[in-house]
């Protein structure tokens, strides 16, 4: 497991503390483990906990009164969640599932509120990631008013491209595992629609499977597919 104090220096939101208040903020957390798949927790739960990542990567997901599931976000070391619930003391307005085992730092909400009003550079970076939470959600509204599935898809597999890839032969691959299923629920649109784009660009070669996992072959035509 990565060092949780390199990690925690590593994330906007502790960035600016000093070690001291670094080591007040470990005295206050503890680790938690959660195995690939597993539920955090799930829309409706008691929000009272602040999470942290330090290894693996998660997926936001919030449910429609059908029933059809729509995914905010994938999160991966250094992002941090949960603050909502936590800041509002209402419950969680989304569920967290685990993409693969991950390593997280936990924080109850009564310390953390009290080292919030102790510490006016952490209440300012709290609410950088809120702020960062309405730019990210803005965005998506303005995605699916505009752009349509293949260019919604295209910028989705660009983002996880800049944020997760790692350098393959002809091209990048994304170094986590991520269903057409999944694929759909980021840009919302249908396993079957994202298999059909997916399948022309693979013709096109922009993109190819491998080992169940998604390569970017030409970044840049994706680029110019994601800009409408």
């Not at 927790?41 to 009272?48: E, H, I, L, R």
């Not at 029933?67 to 992002?79: E, K, M, R, V, Y």
Request: hydrophobic share 45%; with cysteine.
């Amino acid at each position: 497991m990565p060092d949780p104090r390199a990690v925690l220096r590593s994330i906007p939101l502790f960035s600016t503390l000093g070690d001291q208040a670094i080591e007040r903020i470990l005295r206050i957390a503890r680790p938690r483990s959660v195995r690939a798949r597993a539920v955090l927790f799930d829309k409706g739960d008691a929000g009272a906990q602040l999470y942290a990542v330090l290894s693996g990567r998660l997926k936001v997901v919030t449910s429609g009164v059908t029933g059809a599931d729509a995914t905010f976000s994938i999160l991966g070391p250094g992002d941090v969640f949960g603050e909502i619930a936590l800041l509002d003391g209402h419950v969680r307005s989304a569920r967290v599932t685990a993409l693969e085992s991950c390593h997280l730092v936990v924080i109850d909400r009564e310390p953390f509120v009290e080292f919030l009003r102790a510490s006016p550079d952490m209440a300012v970076g709290m609410l950088a990631v809120l702020a960062h939470r309405i730019r990210v959600l803005s965005e998506r509204v303005e995605d699916a008013a505009f752009l349509d599935v293949p260019a919604r898809l295209a910028k989705q597999i660009v983002r996880l491209a800049e944020r997760y890839g790692e350098p393959a032969p002809g091209g990048v691959r994304l170094a986590l595992r991520i269903s057409q299923h999944e694929l759909g629920e980021l840009v919302g649109a249908t396993r079957e629609s994202v298999n059909k784009h997916l399948q022309s660009w693979s013709r096109r070669r922009l993109v190819a499977r491998e080992g169940g996992r998604l390569i970017v072959r030409d970044l840049r035509a994706l680029r110019s597919l994601a800009a409408g």
